[in-house]
């Protein structure tokens, strides 16, 4: 499967990718807007929410870990969680009738183990599905992603593909899908590649725009927001949208011990995608080229890499 249509990021309502670094750590409880209570699609069902492990049932909350993936998740100026995962946090909340707390862990390398040591019932998170994923965690696939190079804004390297990164310093965040392709890959290259694992997504970003790295290997939907969107330090970031590599799913992750949460979050997830709310949360944020039909758990092997 590919993904031929090209994005169109529309406005974010005036929100900037600055993340507030002080948010790091902190739960929010995740409130619908009225604009999203008014979509088709966000509205209690009592009969899912019965559907919720009891431990969840009695304490009335679910606590759900994410990290930084804009325009997926991220922190807009005050500090507070936006974006595609935040906006389906709180529509969640309304079907189940539960309160979400969703806290950013500010690395996507402590996701799983999040997940995997209980701190968390689950993840809304921009993780990529992978077989080697799904042997620790169920993994929903909620939307369509692909990968892409990332380079100083110019491409004063002239990266035109990843036979081009051999020879060259590239950055990617610990413990990803995109540094377990960058590691692969790198077994081909005659001249070596220097991979710099680095453990948060905005590192591996500096690094680019300072200098440090000469690329990085990111989600498609990220880097091309950012490119249009993100105002950093340095020369700024530049995404290459003609290379679209290893097209895939991102997950939300749940233990393999916890079927009845995961199959619960699927049906209210589905309920979202046939009564329209999911196609609109993905639209407002830019990326309905991204959406998914049909909520799937653990169907990576599906969509292999290219």
């Given at each position: 499967m590919t993904l031929t249509a090209r994005f169109a990021l529309g406005?974010?309502?005036?929100?900037?990718l600055a993340t507030v670094a002080s948010a790091q750590g902190m739960t929010e409880v995740m409130t619908a807007s009225d604009d999203l209570k008014a979509m088709s699609g966000v509205s209690a069902a009592p009969e899912l929410a019965a559907k919720l492990p009891e431990a969840i049932r009695e304490a009335g909350v679910l606590r759900v870990a994410t990290d930084m993936t804009p325009p997926i998740s991220f922190h807009d100026d005050a500090g507070k969680l936006v974006g595609i995962d935040a906006d389906i946090a709180a529509a969640l909340g309304e079907i189940l009738g539960i309160k979400v707390e969703m806290t950013d862990l500010g690395a996507g390398a402590g996701i799983v183990p999040a997940i995997?040591?209980?701190?968390?019932?689950?993840?809304?998170?921009?993780?990529?599905?992978?077989?080697?994923?799904?042997?620790?965690?169920?993994?929903?696939?909620?939307?369509?992603?692909?990968?892409?190079?990332?380079?100083?804004?110019?491409n004063p390297?002239?990266?035109?593909?990843?036979?081009?990164?051999?020879?060259?310093?590239?950055?990617?965040?610990?413990?990803?899908?995109?540094?377990?392709?960058?590691?692969?890959?790198?077994?081909?290259?005659?001249?070596?590649?220097?991979?710099?694992?680095?453990?948060?997504?905005?590192?591996?970003?500096?690094?680019v725009r300072t200098g440090r790295a000469d690329a990085t290997v990111n989600g498609y939907a990220t880097s091309v927001y950012t490119t249009e969107k993100q105002v950093g330090k340095g020369v700024g970031l530049e995404a290459l949208p003609e290379i679209r590599l290893a097209v895939g799913y991102l997950g939300m992750l749940t233990a393999k011990d916890n079927p009845e949460l995961r199959d619960t979050v699927v049906a209210a997830l589905q309920q979202m995608v046939d009564e329209g709310a999911y196609g609109k949360i993905m639209e407002k944020w830019g990326?309905?080229?991204?959406?998914?039909?049909?909520?799937?758990?653990?169907?990576?092997?599906?969509?292999?890499?290219e």
């Open positions: 406005p974010i309502l005036g929100l900037t995997l040591s209980k701190r968390f019932d689950m993840t809304i998170s921009g993780i990529n599905d992978d077989p080697e994923l799904q042997k620790q965690v169920d993994v929903i696939d909620y939307m369509y992603d692909a990968t892409t190079i990332m380079v100083a804004q110019g390297l002239k990266i035109a593909s990843m036979d081009d990164l051999c020879g060259k310093r590239v950055a990617v965040p610990v413990g990803t899908f995109q540094n377990r392709l960058v590691t692969k890959f790198a077994e081909s290259c005659t001249e070596p590649m220097q991979i710099m694992s680095l453990p948060k997504m905005p590192d591996v970003l500096q690094s990326l309905a080229p991204l959406a998914v039909e049909t909520v799937k758990v653990n169907d990576a092997a599906s969509l292999p890499v």
